[in-house]
C-alpha cells in the first residue's frame, strides 16, 4: 500500500515563503514521476510542478516558474516543494501525487494531466493573505 504524505502548509502573508514535503512509503518507485497539484475552491485540480527520477529534469506551471521549486532527497523518498514570492492567486490544497510506471522522460505534456497519476497524498492547505 502505497503512501503520499504531505506537509508544510499553513497560512502566510504575500510575498512570503513555505515548503511542502511529501513523505513516498510502501513502494520501492523506480523511474517514476513525482508531481505537485494543487486545487483551489470551485476550481479543478491543476499542476504545479514535477520531477524525474534522478531529479535533473522538472517542469513547471507557467504560473510559478522563477517562484517555485521542486526537489527530491537523494534516498527518492521525499518530494519538497518550495514556494517562494508567494500571491494570493496561489491559495490552494496541495496534494503530492506520484505514477507507478516507469517513464523515459518526464517531459510528456500528458503528465501535467492528473489522471496520469496513480497515488494522491491527502493534501495540505496553503493560503496567502494580502
Known amino acids: 500500500q502505497v503512501q503520499l504524505v504531505e506537509s508544510g502548509g499553513g497560512l502566510v502573508q504575500a510575498g512570503g515563503s513555505l515548503r511542502l514535503s511529501c513523505a513516498a512509503s510502501?513502494?520501492?518507485?523506480?523511474?517514476?514521476?513525482m508531481g505537485w497539484f494543487r486545487q483551489a475552491p470551485g476550481k479543478e485540480r491543476e499542476f504545479v510542478a514535477r520531477?524525474?527520477?534522478?531529479?535533473?529534469?522538472?517542469v513547471y506551471a507557467d504560473s510559478v516558474k522563477g517562484r517555485f521549486t521542486i526537489t527530491r532527497d537523494d534516498a527518492k523518498t521525499t518530494v519538497y516543494l518550495q514556494m517562494n514570492s508567494l500571491k494570493p492567486e496561489d491559495t490552494a490544497v496541495y496534494y503530492c501525487?506520484?505514477?507507478?510506471?516507469?517513464?523515459?522522460?518526464?517531459?510528456?505534456?500528458?503528465?501535467?494531466?492528473?489522471?496520469?497519476?496513480?497515488?494522491w497524498g491527502q493534501g495540505t492547505q496553503v493560503t496567502v493573505s494580502s
Open positions: 510502501g513502494r520501492t518507485f523506480s523511474n517514476n514521476v
Open positions: 501525487a506520484a505514477t507507478k510506471l516507469p517513464t523515459m522522460t518526464i517531459l510528456y505534456a500528458s503528465y501535467s494531466d492528473p489522471s496520469r497519476y496513480d497515488y
Open positions: 520531477i524525474s527520477w534522478s531529479g535533473g529534469t522538472k
